[in-house]
């Protein structure tokens, strides 16, 4: 496929940001500093953040990442740490579970076997439910829930969710995987209900695309972010550090306000249960490549 290389190198990056931040989720740490580091560790690497990191906390499943004045400590949390890396728009998307508080290793166990489970079951021609149900009964045997209106999904160039989705159970879907696709498998589980819902708005944007804005903040941001995001995902505390507080804080405003950006806030477990996630990129092939090599107990 064209541009193989690309996902190669883009994948590997990812996976060694991915090992590079687990290792710095520890007690003591604060959150800003990791996940400032990781995305630092993505560029010495070679690629781009392909979205800010995110490290979302306990009950929180994803799209969480620090604020411009964020003072959380890592303590006691369960922290789903996601990463992405893009070269060209080529992008790998992982993610780990590191359990600070010791309490919840079944929890992050039930998510890596469902991980390796479900690899086992990719190849040409699998109907996607079957993938599903392998996350779905491997969760389920350690007596947890998986997070159903999450799932995996299809990457190409640019497009971090594409189709196909890959369900976390056994929806039904009868489609099947072809050969040349590129997808994310992500099994969450959690101690709770299943279900993830939305809070409040968040620090995470994405370019859906740009509209006339008045305001000189909201245009200049704007060009920053169609030259350098394109229409993938970036946060606030990276434009604070260019433009400022006030600049970016009235110039989103009103790139949202004209619906030139598609907010990603946090999605938070209904109720409230914790939430562990790992996620790896394959190639589907006449043999499946994982294209983000990682130890999952490393
Ligand atoms: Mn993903």
């Known amino acids: 496929m064209e541009d193989l290389e690309k996902w190669r190198k883009a994948g590997k990056i990812t996976a060694e940001a991915l090992m590079f931040g687990k290792k710095l989720i520890k007690p003591g ?19 781009q953040p392909a979205w800010p990191t995110q490290l979302s906390l306990n009950e929180v499943a994803a799209h969480y990442t620090a604020d411009p004045n964020e003072e959380t400590i890592l303590t006691d949390q369960i922290v789903c740490l996601d990463v992405g890396a893009h070269i060209n728009g ?27 489970n ?6 040409v021609g699998v109907e996607i439910r079957e993938i599903g149900k392998v996350i779905e009964d491997t969760i389920n045997k350690h007596g947890f829930k998986p997070v159903k209106n999450l799932s995996g999904h299809g990457i190409s160039q640019w497009v971090i969710h594409d ?34 819902d939305e809070t409040e708005r968040g620090n995470i944007f994405s370019l859906i ?32 550090r260019i433009f400022g ?29 914790m939430v562990s996630v790992y996620e790896k990129t394959l190639l589907v092939d006449d043999t499946v490549e994982v294209l983000t090599p990682y130890d999952e107990d490393a």
């Open 29 to 47: 740490a604060k959150l800003i500093d990791v996940a400032d580091a990781i995305d630092k560790k993505i560029v010495e690497l070679g690629a």
């Open 163 to 196: 189709k196909p989705s890959i369900p976390n159970y056994d929806d039904g879907d009868k489609t099947v995987l072809q050969k040349g696709q590129i997808i994310a498998i992500e099994p969450f589980a959690t101690t709770g209900s299943g279900i993830v």
């Open 245 to 273: 507080t006030a600049k970016t804080s009235l110039g989103l405003k009103e790139l949202l306000h004209v619906g030139a950006l598609q907010p990603h806030p946090p999605l938070v477990e209904v109720n409230k249960g």
């Open 90 to 116: 080529c992008v790998g998307d992982t993610a780990c579970t590191v359990d600070l508080s010791g309490k919840h290793s079944k929890l992050v166990e039930a998510v890596k076997e469902a991980l390796r």
């Open 118 to 123: 479900a690899i086992k079951t990719v190849k």
């Open 209 to 240: 695309e740009p509209k006339p804005v008045r305001s000189p903040f909201a245009r200049d941001i704007l060009a920053h972010i169609a030259q350098n995001y394109k229409n993938l995902p970036f946060t606030t505390r990276w434009l604070t």
